[in-house]
């Protein structure tokens, strides 16, 4: 079985400041993690993915995630925030075993101060 | 252009009338599936398909049904809606279904209450 926990349902941050969201992840099998943005009234759209090639994975809108296995961690950064990021964030793992599915966490929905 | 279409985006019904949503994608995917989106809990999968007529039961199954036909389309039907399944719904597809490293796309969200 795979989870995944999202520490943060809120986070508010100011424009141009450090974005840090956490993600931790709990499986029993090698992950694959994955980030994913809604915009309101908008579907899932995917920022970035591990799939066990480099550790460190860079997305679009300037965002990165580091996977660290000691950890269970794969947080999501970006250096500096923009009035356009806020959005709620949501971490997902899924395995190359059972039924391939998507576990999300109860996402973070990230505020923008300007 | 790639996409996931769903219809309707919004729908208000009452108990016990049954409905279907639609979800249809145009990418040649092998795999779909219906999540469920609500407040605090993130997106739970309903339903999931490898490929036509190979379907089966995901997180939160109860009260639901699918079909796969036709490899572009997969609706989700509610026999008998009650209010807890007043919910975002949201259709996803992938590449396929044997791999997990393949990007999910996802639908736009249909916006179900249910009286």
């Known amino acids: 079985a795979q989870s995944v926990t999202q520490l943060g349902s809120h986070v508010s941050v100011s424009e141009g400041a450090l974005v840090l969201l956490r993600c931790n992840y709990s499986?029993?099998?090698?992950?694959?993690l994955f980030w994913y943005v809604q915009y309101p009234n908008q579907g899932l759209q995917l920022l970035l993915k591990?799939?066990?090639?480099?550790?460190l994975v860079k997305g679009i809108n300037g965002f990165e995630a580091e996977f660290k296995k000691s950890e269970t961690s794969f947080h999501l950064t970006k250096p500096s925030a923009h009035m356009s990021d806020a959005a709620e964030y949501f971490c997902?793992?899924?395995?190359?075993?059972?039924?391939?599915?998507?576990?999300f966490g109860s996402g973070t929905r990230l505020q923008v101060q300007p | 252009e790639a996409q996931v279409t769903q219809n309707p985006r919004y729908l208000i019904t009452v108990t016990g009338k049954k409905l279907t949503v639609t979800c249809s994608q145009n990418?040649?995917?092998?795999?779909m599936s219906w999540y469920r989106q609500d407040p605090g809990l993130g997106l739970r999968q309903i339903y999931y398909?490898?490929?036509?007529?190979?379907?089966d039961k995901g997180d939160v199954p109860e009260g639901y049904k699918v079909s796969r036909k036709e490899k572009r389309n997969f609706p989700l039907i509610l026999e008998s809606p009650s209010p807890n399944q007043t919910s975002l719904y949201f259709c996803?597809?992938?590449?396929?279904?044997?791999?997990?490293?393949?990007?999910?796309?996802f639908g736009p969200g249909t916006r179900l209450t249910v009286l």
């Open positions: 591990y799939t066990s090639a480099a550790t």
């Open positions: 996803a597809s992938r590449m396929t279904g044997v791999t997990s490293t393949d990007t999910q796309y």
């Open positions: 997902a793992v899924t395995t190359d075993t059972g039924r391939r599915a998507l576990t």
């Open positions: 499986s029993s099998v090698p992950p694959y």
């Open positions: 990418m040649n995917h092998e795999y």
């Open positions: 398909s490898m490929n036509v007529e190979v379907t």
